[in-house]
């Protein structure tokens, strides 16, 4: 009977130390629906402190660095036009540009995203906090090893670096007929064999989103708190949530943010902010 009480008090101090984060809910025609849009809000509606602006109208080579020979990269008073090369499966045709500046901890992205293609096939990307694996020829801080991604290979990437990556505006390898597309994230893995493109994060996708019509602008807001992504989409007539919670990989802490065109996939970038919670002191 004596020990009874430590140990409860053991058990409470436990649960309390448990992270806290909503699970992904079920899926409507707007997203995830439930506690996860409530989390957002409330996340959303922190404070933040701005640490990266570029509207997009300045030189793109201020802040932004380009992987890939065959991309095109320019700006006008719309915003940061950037184009992937034109051969379709021809990995020299893919594209990332990333940010000069790397991130640490929790984030609010924010930008406008405009396609400015008609592609019915392939992908965009969004990389979170990208770093290198470590590995001998593949340090920490990606902007070392740039020589390597003059040809922007897919596994280059998911094979030597960590960094979330979320997919959208996305389409398969063949074209698609109908209204589909699809939104996904993973977390790439460069330390476990054998090497392949990321463990995919739960939910699997959001598909059918009603969003990404050419010349259409969105407003795109992705927050990573501790060990949850939250992708919100906006355009003038629908608003679209994506949520994922990533509960079995190690957790993504700092890197460099990158936008990734493969192969024919165009679009314009403008109001692009990386805000860390206010507050916080960072080197």
């Avoid at 992904?24 to 409530?38: C, K, L, N, S, T």
């Avoid at 065959?70 to 499966?89: E, W, Y």
């Avoid at 050419?214 to 989409?233: C, D, Q, S, W, Y």
């Avoid at 629908?238 to 192969?263: C, D, F, S």
């Amino acid at each position: 009977m004596m020990n009874r009480p430590s140990f409860i008090c053991i058990s409470i101090c436990f649960c309390l130390a448990a992270p806290v984060f909503a699970q992904p809910g079920p899926v409507g025609p707007y997203g995830v629906e439930g506690e996860a849009r409530d989390r957002f809000a409330e996340l959303d509606a922190q404070p933040w402190q701005e640490v990266f602006f570029d509207t997009g109208a300045g030189n793109w080579r201020d802040q932004w660095s380009l992987d890939g020979l065959k991309a095109t990269v320019s700006n006008s008073g719309q915003g940061m036009n950037f184009s992937a090369g034109p051969v379709p499966r021809e990995n020299a045709s893919h594209a990332v540009l990333w940010t000069r500046q790397s991130f640490s901890g929790d984030l609010k992205i924010e930008y406008e995203y405009t396609r400015t293609d008609q592609a019915n096939q392939y992908v965009n990307i969004l990389y979170i906090q990208a770093s290198g694996s470590g590995e001998e020829g593949f340090p920490k801080d990606i902007s070392q090893w740039a020589d390597q991604r003059t040809v922007p290979a897919m596994s280059v990437y998911w094979g030597n670096m960590h960094t979330y990556h979320i997919s959208y505006a996305a389409y398969g390898r063949e074209p698609v007929t109908d209204d589909y597309d699809y939104i996904r994230a993973r977390r790439y893995r460069p330390d476990v064999l054998p090497k392949k493109n990321g463990p995919i994060l739960e939910p699997d996708s959001y598909e059918r989103s009603g969003l990404f019509a050419p010349g259409v602008a969105h407003r795109i807001t992705v927050i990573k708190h501790g060990n949850e992504l939250f992708m919100m989409i906006r355009n003038s007539e629908k608003e679209y949530l994506a949520h994922w919670v990533n509960t079995e990989q190690p957790p993504v802490t700092e890197g460099r943010i990158g936008l990734r065109h493969m192969y024919t996939r165009s679009a314009r970038y403008r109001d692009f902010r990386v805000s860390i919670p206010a507050g916080e002191i960072r080197d």
